[in-house]
């Protein structure tokens, strides 16, 4: 990126191709996108005569034949990479309805090189896991909602009638209350969460789009990671990459917009207007209050616009001349927007991470399992201090006697001696069934009292498969760095990886070319100092020559007049 900060605002422009329906009414293209010099020119169609082009200069600019993969590499790759590494990251679409914010962040699904940011975020997030040390863990999660005339909808809730509150915490900061949240422990986990969502989202038809998004969704992959430090202790830190689709700014009279389509439309312009307003007061340095609170999406992206955040900004663009006026209000959009400065810091051991919760867990149910402990986790199933303790046992002539015995309060028992006590068990119950001459009552008492202690090892043996199974419960939410999560996603990752390579080999290729630009532009800057000079020269010499001329005729005439007087003299004698 250009920007020495690397905490401002990241902003790229994507331009798409004139769709079907532009081409059949003949418009033309009004935008020209220059991706070497990073430049955007828009002519204006109602322009008098030698009226130029407004230009403007971003980080990086797509042309309408920029790959879905080049984009993600270009413009995504750089925040996820640092969402692994603890940071919070946001990447946004903007623009007017109609200009394929959706196509950028979602894409085509059922082809890999089609695939938008949101997909292609989900196979390079997997692929890094699956590249980490082994003693690294790792614990993904997701959450998906979109704001919808103003209200706050969890679109993987089973209850889509429900509307959610925005709060604030001090240790937290902004979160909306009750949102659910998944455990994922890969890609397919992920896409297959996302499309459960996208089939709830909020879409209508409109004169520009058949499928426009009629709400601003928001989906967010927060990312917990614990490695080994030098004091030999485990350090968590936790990312969270929001992947946000706006709704696209509309005009009324362009969209045939009315009834529900219209209220919608008003409320989404509302809320784009207030983020208007807000990149506005975070730039201009003298507002003392920006407002974050006049809307929903903003209030949401609080830490994305001047806070606690690496951002990306894709501003699309329609192509066709009759949007001039929105793609230039696009635009300067954009423009303002770069110019905000976040505070991205890594989030280090935070207090509310899941990740070390899950991990104290899991050592304490191993700890359990070895010592046989109680599923429940009360006190009470612990070990004690030592005491006498009156145990029934049967003796060698098959009769009923007590013996004390010292042994810990409530001690559970591990499977080795749940095997070894039922061993024992059976051995009494074949001497039990072979005694003879024992009288019916005792025997019947020695029995109850067998059963009675083999409903304890059963009691036992559950409680030890229920600490088991809660124990591989957590274990399947955590995922081990360098284990193989890639069998299913590694065509997208060897696309992704392919076209970073190309990418960098283009980056090469556009920095030469800019340098033989600069060149040439010196040169030409150059020539023209020289010629300016060459001309000033010229002129200067010009002008003496003129002088000198002037001062010859004038030479000339008195030489004649002299010549014609003194002729008139000797004329007279």
Known sequence: MTNKDKDTVQVVVRCRPLNEKEKAKGFKMAVKVDEALG???????????????KTFTFDTVFSPTSK?????????????????????????????????KTFTMEGVRSQPELRGIIPNSFAHIFGHIAKAEEKTRFLV???????????????????QSSRLEVKERPDVGVYVKDLSAFVVNNADDMDRINTIGNKNRSVGSTNMNEQSSRSHA???????????????????????????DLAGSERQSKTGASGQRLVEATKI?????????????????????????????????????????????????????????????????????KNIKNKAKINEDPKDALLRQFQKEID???????????????EGSGDKESESEEEEVIGPDGKTMIRKTKTKSKKKLSPEQMAEMQRKIDEERRALEAQKDMEEDEKNKAKELLERREND??????????????????????????????????????????SAKELDTKRAKEEELRKKLKEKEEERLQMEEEYSNLQEEAAGKTKKLKKVWTMLMSAKSEVILFYMKLFSFFMLF
């Open 39 to 53: 430049q955007i020119q828009v002519i204006n169609p109602n322009a008098s005569a030698g009226e130029p082009a």
């Open 68 to 100: 879905q993969v080049d984009v993600y590499n270009q413009t995504a790759r750089r925040i996820v990479n640092a969402v692994l590494e603890g940071y919070n990251g946001t990447i946004f679409a903007y623009g007017q309805t109609g200009t394929g």
């Open 141 to 159: 999660r997701v959450s998906y909602l979109e704001i919808y005339n103003e209200e706050i909808r969890d679109l993987l809730s089973k209850n």
């Open 218 to 244: 928001i989906f967010t992959i927060t990312v917990e990671r614990s490695d080994e430090g030098l004091d030999k202790e485990q350090h968590v830190r936790v990312g969270k990459l929001n992947l946000v």
């Open 269 to 337: 312009n509302l809320s784009l207007s207030t983020l208007g307003n807000v990149i506005s007061s975070l730039v201009d340095g003298k507002s003392t209050h920006i407002p974050y609170r006049n809307s929903k999406l903003t209030r949401l992206l609080q830490d994305s616009l001047g806070g606690n955040a690496k951002t990306v900004m894709c501003a699309n663009l329609g192509p066709a001349e009759y949007n001039y006026d929105e793609t230039i209000s696009t635009l300067r959009y954009a423009n303002r927007a």
């Open 364 to 378: 304490d149910l191993k700890k359990k399992l070895q010592d046989g402990g109680s599923a429940s986790g009360d």
């Open 457 to 498: 090892i059963k009691k036992a043996q559950q409680e030890h498969e229920q600490l088991a199974e809660k124990l591989q419960s957590i274990e399947k939410k955590l995922i081990v760095g360098g284990v193989d999560l890639r069998e299913k996603m590694e065509e997208q990752e060897r696309l992704l990886e392919e």
